[in-house]
């Protein structure tokens, strides 16, 4: 074998090593970055912008008592979960999304509702 063979064969399996490695800290980057990015929160993931786009005001109004409902409901759940120390973990895996998407669409109806110049009495 000659020196450029050698050198080829002995850096094949690091560099790929290494390449793999700043892949993953790049799209793990990508990934903190890429929630950053948006003003609704973790819950965004879950939530489809347009999702509302075709409600009238009354719709909307009435779409957000139902979520702040849902969000009083969670939240209790959370709560009584939060009792004791493996409630809160399970209460964190088991209702934490949820909540999180249900904080989203109240923000969302709410940007949706000022759009659209719906009353203040309407929206609340």
């Known amino acids: 074998m000659n020196s450029r063979t050698t050198t080829a064969v002995r850096y094949r399996i690091p560099l790929t090593t290494v390449g793999m490695?700043?892949?993953l800290i790049g799209f793990g980057a990508l990934a903190l970055v890429g929630g950053c990015g948006t003003s609704d929160g973790p819950g965004a993931l879950y939530v489809?912008?347009?999702h509302y786009n075709f409600y009238h005001c009354d719709n909307l109004a009435k779409e957000r008592q139902d979520l702040i409902q849902r969000e009083n409901e969670l939240r209790?759940?959370?709560e009584k979960a939060g009792e004791?120390?493996?409630g809160?973990?399970?209460g964190s895996f088991?209702?934490?999304s949820d909540y999180e998407s249900v904080l989203t669409?109240?923000?969302l109806l709410q940007?949706?509702?000022v759009e659209k110049k719906c009353s203040r009495s309407q929206s609340e």
Do not use: L, N
């Open 21 to 23: 490695g700043r892949a």
């Open 48 to 50: 489809d912008p347009a």
């Open 76 to 78: 209790g759940f959370i």
């Open 84 to 86: 004791t120390t493996e």
């Open 88 to 90: 809160a973990v399970i």
């Open 94 to 96: 088991a209702y934490r």
């Open 105 to 107: 669409k109240e923000k």
């Open 111 to 113: 940007r949706i509702a």
